[in-house]
């Protein structure tokens, strides 16, 4: 669960300067600024969606910054008990107010105020590595939970925890590091694994009395992996509730050929997930969450005003999850609202050449789609070729619908064990979502360059490149919208 501190990558310098007008010479108790509130929305949606890749870009990042990012990350984790180690965070102090709105737009506190209780913590201790499991909820199709390790900063070595009982589960993790009220170093993680209801129910069906959570020990530095300890949990089948199921039949057109499907939508205690299938030609697919967590994101809104938020952490490629979840609502009238969708299309795509021998001049320019497009130099470097480009009329960090690709060359590096290995032993790896795509530049005071991006493709090193420039998540304004109704 350590991570090393350049595995940041965020664009959320605008941010910074809120905090800083905000939170300068504020009680600890203040309220959240009522004009950040959907501004922070989006970057949890933003940064959830970072967190789900392993490496990062390395971008330049200030102090306070940082310690926003960290506290993204974290809030939307930490319980009540955790909370005390969340009041100082690199420097900054961090109100409960806070911390409360990431926890709003978890799931878990509409389900606390219906006293729909997580399962109780519990709190280990082995070796000199203190663990805390809590906010664990059991749900029908997953399991969710908060993690504290005290003391394995210390010892240089990370764990993993996940379900014992449930060993096929998928996951996925928003992790980081905190300091403890003596500045020791503990790191926090939010664990959510994706279940088969089939399973949850056969193991419900036989009355357990306590949930087991399985502790790896992954040291690093190529050392093996190994078994740490079990962690039992006390725990009451009896209280689970039953997630309800909403059976539709609902089609969503994008272009031509290309439509969306949605066929059931899973409404938990936590959560709601709405299942759903892209049905198009080959070398297209649809996205319905927006980059970089997007207001124009799927939403739901309800009779009385409230919103649910897509989670971008908890989506996959066809599951979108909104949180929290109107479970406790039954009999309320819920709209989705489908304003825009992205869409990737490699057919659309056309072909342009740079040199590094020195016969290259530039600028050069490359037409694509209405918009001008200017490399205005090229360099090679550990395993990949990167551009300087401007894009006319682009202002600062808005984003770009297209990438730029050598030969699948991503693609063949996943499949060559070799290459693969020279990767991961010789070259920095970056995020599979970072490349090819056009990130903004910044000055040394982390300011965005309007217009001006830098491309990392991923290529063997040689002179001459036949480069591919495609459609990729452009948006699409659809503006729709359906209803239905809480059972």
């Known amino acids: 669960m350590r991570r090393n501190q350049d595995d940041h990558f965020l664009r ?4 910074d300067m809120f905090f800083r007008k905000h939170m300068e010479n504020r009680p600890l108790n203040a309220e959240v600024p009522e004009e950040l509130e959907g501004r922070i929305r989006s970057v949890i949606r933003e940064t959830a969606r970072r967190e789900r890749s392993r490496r990062r ?18 809030g939307i984790t930490l319980s009540p008990s955790m909370s005390a180690y969340a009041k100082e965070w690199l420097g900054l102090r961090v109100p409960e107010a806070w911390l409360d709105l990431f926890q709003r737009y978890a799931g878990v506190k509409e389900a606390r105020e219906h006293r729909y209780e997580p399962i109780p913590p519990v709190t280990v201790e082995k070796d000199g ?23 394995a900063y210390e010892a240089q070595t990370g764990f993993l925890i996940v379900s014992g009982d449930f060993p096929d589960a998928g996951m996925s993790s928003s992790m980081s ?4 009220e003596n500045s020791e170093v503990i790191d926090v993680a939010y664990v959510t694994q994706s279940l088969d209801e089939r399973e949850v129910d056969e193991f419900l069906r036989k009355k357990p009395k306590h949930l087991t959570f399985k502790v790896t020990q992954t040291p690093g530095n190529n050392r093996e992996q190994r ?21 539709i039949e609902w089609e969503l057109i994008v272009e031509n050929f290309t439509a969306v499907s949605f066929d059931n939508l899973t409404v938990s205690p936590t959560e709601m997930s709405l299942n759903y299938e892209v049905r198009a030609p080959e070398g297209i697919d649809v996205s319905l969450i927006g980059p970089y967590g997007s207001d124009d994101s799927p939403y ?11 989670s971008d952490m908890r989506s996959s490629k066809n599951v979108i999850s909104f949180h929290p979840s ?4 039954a009999g309320d009238e819920l709209k989705l609202h489908i304003n825009k969708v992205w869409l990737t299309d490699r057919n659309a795509k056309q072909s342009f050449d740079i040199r590094l021998d020195g016969t290259e001049s530039y600028p050069k320019t490359v037409q694509f789609r209405g918009q001008t497009i200017t490399v205005l130099g090229a360099k090679y470097a550990e395993g990949h070729l990167y551009l300087d480009v401007q894009v006319d009329g682009a202002h600062g960090d808005e984003h770009q619908p297209w990438k730029i690709d050598f030969d699948n060359y991503a693609e063949k590096m996943n499949n060559d064990p070799e290459l693969f290995r020279l990767y991961q032993e010789e070259y920095k790896v970056y995020s599979f979502n970072v490349y090819g795509r056009a990130l903004p530049k ?24 036949t480069l591919d420039i495609y459609r990729y998540e452009d948006p699409v304004e659809l503006n729709w919208t359906v209803t239905f109704k809480v059972p």
């Open 12 to 15: 959320e310098d605008e941010l």
């Open 57 to 74: 870009v390395v971008r330049a990042l200030s102090a306070a910054a940082a310690s926003l990012f960290i506290v993204l990350v974290c």
């Open 129 to 151: 590595i203190t663990i805390t499991i809590e906010n664990i909820y059991l749900e029908e199709n997953k399991l969710s939970f908060s993690a504290a390790i005290k003391g």
């Open 177 to 180: 590091s905190v300091k403890g």
């Open 227 to 247: 078994h740490f300890m079990n962690i039992e949990v006390p725990f009451d089948a009896s209280m689970i509730l039953r997630n309800k199921h909403i059976p």
């Open 300 to 310: 739901m809104t309800g009779s009385e005003g409230n919103e649910y938020a897509a």
């Open 326 to 329: 109107a479970y406790f609502k």
């Open 442 to 465: 910044t000055d040394t005071e982390v300011r965005d360059n309007d217009g001006m991006y830098e491309v990392v493709i991923m290529a063997p090193k040689q002179n001459h490149y």
